[in-house]
């Protein structure tokens, strides 16, 4: 009896241990396919945002695609710094003080020269076991833009899951396609947000009018936020296309548009962010 008792027992125990790594496994996998399926997103996104962004933009388009968050982990800096460096393939690594916190920092390429993309990691210390990680991708050429959508999803998905609470934007930016040079636009225009018979003397609003109806064939957009002055004009919006999202002042927002005289150039740029713009235009 004492012996059936013992072989009953063991089974119990053996049971539970494989019930409990079977539960593991599943929670591992649940965690991966969510990883995935987030990284998957961003490329998404990116490919309609290259694709809206053809009749928007002339030229080359410089892309740089974000992925940042707090991790969090009791490593050293340079511990923390290295392991992320080393899954995400970046050779160069070196520490700076700034604004009198130690920066770690590691750089490098992918592609050949035709079509190379260049990343950068930032791992900033906030507190004990608490690091803000910036990893910020680039393209060098028109080719690598194409390249662009699936690096930032691989390399995304990496830092996701070393537990890394990354999220994704990018931006897009470039000179306006089909819009002429400010002193050639009327002195007054009419636009759409102002009251009736309320003239806007901002002739970016009449160039940014043809850009976002050009977009408005790619994607379908509700105007949620605006801003405009004599030279620059910028608009957020909701986008039921566009998966990643962000809210601001209680909206969730997919997308933000914005154009900028440049005096310097003497040309309108245009700035494409998804789902905010978080670069300089």
Do not use: C
Request: aromatic share 6%.
């Amino acid at each position: 009896m004492k012996n059936r008792w013992g072989i009953l027992m063991m089974a119990i125990v053996a049971g539970a241990i494989i019930i409990k790594s079977l539960n593991t496994a599943g929670t591992a996998a649940m965690a991966d396919a969510a990883y995935s399926a987030e990284a998957a997103s961003s490329r998404t996104q990116l490919r309609q945002l290259l694709a809206a962004s053809e009749g928007l933009i002339q030229g080359s388009r410089q892309a740089t695609v974000k992925w940042q968050g707090e991790w969090h982990t009791m490593l050293s800096l340079e511990e923390a710094g290295e392991l992320l460096a080393d899954r995400l393939g970046l050779a160069d690594r070196y520490t700076e003080k700034v604004h009198g916190n130690q920066v770690f920092y590691a750089e490098g390429a992918s592609g050949r020269a035709e079509d190379i993309i260049h990343g950068k990691l930032a791992l900033t210390l906030q507190e004990e076991g608490s690091y803000y990680v910036i990893l910020r991708l680039e393209n060098r050429t028109d080719e690598s833009l194409q390249r662009l959508p699936e690096a930032g999803e691989s390399w995304g998905e990496a830092l996701l899951r070393e537990g890394v609470r990354a999220k994704w934007n990018a931006a897009l930016q470039g000179e306006a396609a089909g819009v002429v040079s400010a002193p050639e636009w009327p002195d007054s225009w009419q636009d759409d947000t102002a009251g009736a018979g309320e003239a806007n003397p901002m002739p970016a609003l009449a160039a940014f009018a043809k850009l976002e109806s050009r977009m408005k064939e790619q994607l379908k957009l509700r105007a949620e936020e605006s801003f405009a002055d004599e030279r620059t004009v910028s608009r957020s919006y909701a986008a039921e296309d566009l998966p990643i999202k962000a809210r601001s002042a209680g909206q969730e927002i997919s997308l933000q548009l914005a154009l900028h005289w440049n005096t310097e150039s003497e040309r309108y740029d245009v700035s494409i962010g998804s789902p905010l713009l978080t670069v300089e235009y």
